[in-house]
């Protein structure tokens, strides 16, 4: 029902005991999103319904796994400047913040993130950044943040989807806007920043 969300728009991940977690972008306590957990035999549990400000709004991303069991996430809006969130939620529902985006470190992550062989998350955010065009950042479990690449139209606009890691150790996506033909751009980026 709409108390424990609403409008799910990623899909779920697993854990090891066979739960399934996910987002939803309305619904939940605050009809802001939320997020929740779906047992193997059909059961929802609320996880963590979102406020705004404190937290962020809409989390159209999917969640990603750490090492430790947790997940962490986006919001697509809300948080400290109302350009969305990062945070990291236990599968008991503790919730800890670990970003607000503030439009010149990116805007509006409508993907979720990746957790990369070094251990860190990657993620992309659909506008902000030096040029309005959109970001590519690292951020790691304990949220230390680290911008890696901004946009600049030419070279891309608008990522609305995620990033993968080849084997390469390279990240891969693709940009909706942007490019020659100015239809979207697909690149690889290094893990310390350079598009190639």
Known sequence: GIKDGADPAANLVQDAAGNFYGTTVGGGTNALGSVFMLSPTGGVTLLHS???????????????????????????SGGAFNQGTIFNITTNGVFTLLHSFDYTN??????????????????????????????IFKITTNG????????????GAQPYAGLVQGA???????????GLGSDGTVFQLTTNGTLN
């Open 50 to 76: 979102f406020a705004g400000v404190a937290d962020g709004t809409s989390p159209y991303g999917w969640l990603a796994q750490g090492a430790d069991g947790s997940f962490f996430g986006t919001a697509s």
């Open 106 to 135: 990116g805007a509006n992550p409508m993907a979720g993130l990746i957790r990369a062989l070094d251990g860190n998350l990657y993620g992309t955010t659909y506008n902000g950044g030096t040029n309005g065009y959109g970001t």
């Open 144 to 155: 230390v943040f680290t911008p890696l690449y901004a946009f600049g139209y030419n070279d």
């Open 168 to 178: 390469d150790g390279n990240l891969y996506g693709a940009t909706e806007l942007g």
